[in-house]
């Protein structure tokens, strides 16, 4: 099979492979639409992977072309979107009820064969069923989907709340979809690409923000301030942000990953004890029973078509263009939401 390889730093490789053997438990899928994660780029560009060589690709779709003689949920030619975590069962946190909390784990596209590829063989239990009124293109978004889902919901959010966005990348727009799909308040979004502001703005933003114009401490200091605060940027300046701007006894969501030390000022600190601000994160996209509600969440907002989810789409590469939708997203001011490969398009 054809399949996208990190072989180094910087160094992609389109490799023929053996087509990878079904085992107990498992189905195979044939690839559709494969998108690319921020979590995607350190493994290419800083060869932040386990090993080399290393497919990645944990945001799919495809079709069942085999499975395992135990499997009794799907049958050739189901369509079907895949969760990527691998968690150990037998760990407490899975035993919990929380999935992501497992001390064990693998990952499709980071401990194993990722979706970059013709082929992959993915355990049954990580499989759901897209809807037929549902492209295989659309259900490749539904990996990020969860993860907004799962982040907003670290929190108790009522419909008339004041809700600030900070990011607007991928998940902050996807954030702010599943946001406005339950009727929340006033939607605040915050970032510095007024491209992505203006998308923002197109889905629902009431009021878009951006620091380069605007200082938003201040600007939070005359205007109402929220309830609830959820950074998806990863910004260790947003991080800080997020405890300063949010109203006393509001709630705090991180979601973004941070890339360097967050340090906060004694004052900035203090916020969090006389605020009495409830600090929380938000870990993947997992809940009880495995992969959870998210995925069924996911999947009803996008076959409803309460959130769209092709406007977040803005490029479509095939695995022989190699490394050029990853260098694009990291262009300066990029116009990028989220870019994938199509490796077997439907018919």
Same mark, same amino acid.
């Given at each position: 099979?054809?399949?996208?390889?990190?072989?180094?730093?910087?160094? !992609?490789?389109?490799?023929?492979?053996?087509?990878?053997?079904?085992?107990?438990?498992?189905?195979?899928?044939?690839?559709?639409?494969?998108?690319?994660?921020?979590?995607?780029?350190?493994?290419?560009?800083?060869?932040?992977?386990?090993?080399?060589?290393?497919?990645?690709?944990?945001?799919?779709? %495809?079709?069942?072309?085999?499975?395992?003689?135990?499997?009794?949920?799907?049958?050739?030619?189901?369509?079907?979107?895949?969760?990527?975590?691998?968690?150990?069962?037998?760990?407490?946190?899975?035993?919990?009820?929380?999935?992501?909390?497992?001390?064990?784990?693998? !990952? &499709?596209?980071?401990?194993?064969?990722?979706?970059?590829?013709?082929?992959?063989?993915?355990?049954?239990?990580n499989a759901v069923k897209v809807p037929e009124n549902l492209s295989l293109k659309e259900a490749a978004?539904?990996?990020?989907?969860?993860?907004?889902?799962?982040?907003?919901?670290?929190?108790?959010?009522?419909?008339?709340?004041?809700?600030?966005?900070?990011?607007?990348?991928? &998940?902050?727009?996807?954030?702010?979809?599943?946001?406005?799909?339950?009727?929340?308040?006033?939607?605040?979004?915050?970032?510095?690409?007024?491209?992505k502001l203006s998308l923002a703005k197109k889905i629902g933003a009431d009021v878009i923000l951006n620091?380069?114009?605007?200082?938003?401490?201040?600007?939070?200091?005359?205007?109402?301030?929220?309830?609830?605060?959820?950074?998806?940027?990863?910004?260790?300046?947003?991080?800080?942000?997020?405890?300063?701007?949010?109203?006393?006894?509001?709630?705090? &969501?991180?979601? %973004?990953?941070?890339?360097?030390?967050?340090?906060?000022?004694?004052?900035?600190?203090?916020?969090?004890?006389?605020?009495?601000?409830?600090?929380?994160?938000?870990?993947?996209?997992?809940?009880?029973?495995?992969?959870?509600?998210?995925?069924?969440?996911?999947?009803?907002?996008?076959?409803?078509?309460?959130?769209?989810?092709?406007? !977040?789409?803005?490029?479509?590469?095939?695995?022989?263009?190699?490394?050029?939708?990853?260098?694009?997203?990291?262009?300066?001011?990029?116009?990028? &939401?989220?870019?994938?490969?199509?490796?077997?398009?439907?018919?």
């Open positions: 099979m054809k399949a996208l390889a990190v072989t180094g730093i910087r160094e !992609f490789e389109l490799q023929n492979l053996p087509t990878p053997k079904i085992t107990k438990g498992n189905i195979m899928i044939e690839v559709a639409y494969v998108g690319i994660c921020g979590s995607d780029l350190p493994r290419y560009f800083e060869g932040g992977v386990h090993s080399f060589p290393q497919i990645l690709g944990h945001e799919f779709s %495809g079709k069942v072309v085999e499975i395992a003689d135990d499997v009794i949920d799907f049958k050739v030619g189901d369509r079907v979107a895949v969760a990527p975590l691998v968690p150990d069962e037998t760990t407490v946190g899975f035993l919990k009820g929380e999935p992501a909390m497992a001390e064990r784990y693998s !990952f &499709i596209g980071s401990r194993e064969q990722g979706a970059m590829a013709e082929y992959v063989v993915v355990p049954a239990k978004m539904l990996e990020p989907l969860t993860v907004a889902i799962h982040g907003i919901d670290r929190a108790t959010i009522l419909s008339g709340d004041e809700v600030v966005v900070l990011g607007a990348g991928t &998940i902050g727009l996807l954030t702010l979809a599943v946001l406005r799909a339950r009727g929340v308040g006033n939607i605040t979004v915050i970032d510095l690409n007024e491209n620091p380069e114009n605007i200082d938003v401490e201040k600007y939070f200091k005359a205007h109402k301030k929220p309830r609830i605060v959820i950074e998806t940027a990863g910004s260790s300046i947003t991080q800080r942000q997020a405890i300063e701007i949010v109203e006393k006894q509001g709630n705090v &969501i991180y979601v %973004g990953t941070s890339t360097r030390d967050v340090v906060l000022p004694p004052e900035s600190f203090e916020k969090i004890l006389r605020g009495e601000l409830f600090v929380t994160g938000s870990w993947m996209s997992y809940s009880a029973p495995f992969p959870g509600y998210e995925w069924e969440a996911g999947l009803r907002y996008m076959a409803t078509k309460e959130i769209d989810v092709l406007p !977040f789409i803005t490029g479509i590469y095939k695995l022989e263009d190699k490394s050029i939708p990853f260098e694009k997203m990291i262009e300066k001011n990029s116009t990028q &939401i989220k870019l994938m490969y199509e490796i077997k398009a439907e018919d």
